[in-house]
Nanobody, 114 residues
Framework: QVQLVESGGGLVQPGGSLRLSCVAS????????MAWYRQAPGKQRELVAS???????NCADSVKDRFTISRDNAKKTVYLQMNSLKPEDTAVYYC????????WGQGTQVTVSS
């Protein structure tokens, strides 16, 4: 079982940047596909970006060219670099491990507002 702890959320102005981190504990992190999801108030949780064990990535159309997912297997950490943030990016961001997901982090709030 993989346990996940996110950090890096906060309040940022439109056009700003944030980097989220997710540190995993437990074994076999390197073999899991990792992903970031988000859930805005009143909306369903949605997949933002994923990265396979081999480093292949996918991003939702709404964040392509603005968000980048990456991983450091030695540090058991997955990152989400978020640039050019928009108010509609405001949500709780969750780290997830595995497909299907077998482990969720507790979430970190990202608020984009002037």
């Amino acid at each position: 079982q993989v346990q996940l702890v996110e950090s890096g959320g906060g309040l940022v102005q439109p056009g700003g940047s944030l980097r989220l981190s997710c540190v995993a504990s437990g074994s076999f992190f390197s073999i899991y596909t990792m992903a970031w999801y988000r859930q805005a108030p009143g909306k369903q949780r949605e997949l933002v970006a994923s990265i396979s064990s081999g480093g292949g990535t996918n991003c939702a159309d709404s964040v392509k060219d603005r968000f980048t997912i990456s991983r450091d297997n030695a540090k058991k950490t997955v990152y989400l670099q978020m640039n050019s943030l928009k108010p509609e990016d405001t949500a709780v961001y969750y780290c997830a491990g595995g497909i299907p997901v077998i482990s969720w982090g507790q979430g970190t709030q990202v608020t984009v507002s002037s």
